[in-house]
């Protein structure tokens, strides 16, 4: 993964905050929204791409855009460099590779262990029975 090119290709916009605040809230824009295009991004091969497209689905918009949003601090700049760190791990995360399960088969002594309980409970189960007349 290509960070430095990455965040070459980041686009901030800095929006107000939300919620409960006072004076300060309402005239500083302090809550950062970052937008990666992730089509157009020349960090990424194809196949790669590939990969995010499938994982990242349902939070990219329609234009094939990630958005991530930073509102954890007062300051804009604390929360660009937030967002970006949240892109960057989702962006890591989403590109490895789950390496296949290998199908595995119940050791000897295990099934072994199992057929003598098995064994054993069967016989418990025979000196319950009354005597037959035969």
Same mark, same amino acid.
């Given at each position: ?27 500083? +824009? ?6 990666? =295009? @992730? ?8 196949? &790669? ?6 994982? @990242? ?8 855009? %990630?958005?991530?949003?930073?509102? =954890? ?7 660009? &460099? ?5 892109? %960057? &791990?989702? %962006? &890591?995360?989403? @590109? ?7 199908? +595995? ?28 007349? =035969?």
């Amino acid at each position: 993964m290509n960070t430095g090119q990455i965040l070459n290709e980041i686009q901030f916009k800095a929006v107000r905050s939300g919620g409960a605040g006072g004076q300060h809230v309402n005239k500083v +824009s302090t809550k950062v929204i970052l937008m990666f =295009d @992730l089509m157009g991004s020349r960090a990424f091969s194809n196949e &790669e791409k590939e990969r995010l497209l499938q994982r @990242l689905g349902s939070r990219l918009t329609k234009n094939k855009l %990630l958005i991530v949003q930073a509102a =954890d601090t007062r300051s804009q700049i604390k929360n660009r &460099e937030i967002a970006q760190q949240r892109l %960057l &791990e989702l %962006l &890591e995360r989403k @590109l490895e590779v789950v390496a296949k399960r290998k199908k +595995s088969k119940p050791p000897k002594k295990s099934k072994e262990k199992r057929l003598k309980l098995k064994q054993r409970q069967a016989e418990k189960k025979i000196r319950r029975k009354k005597p037959g007349l =035969d």
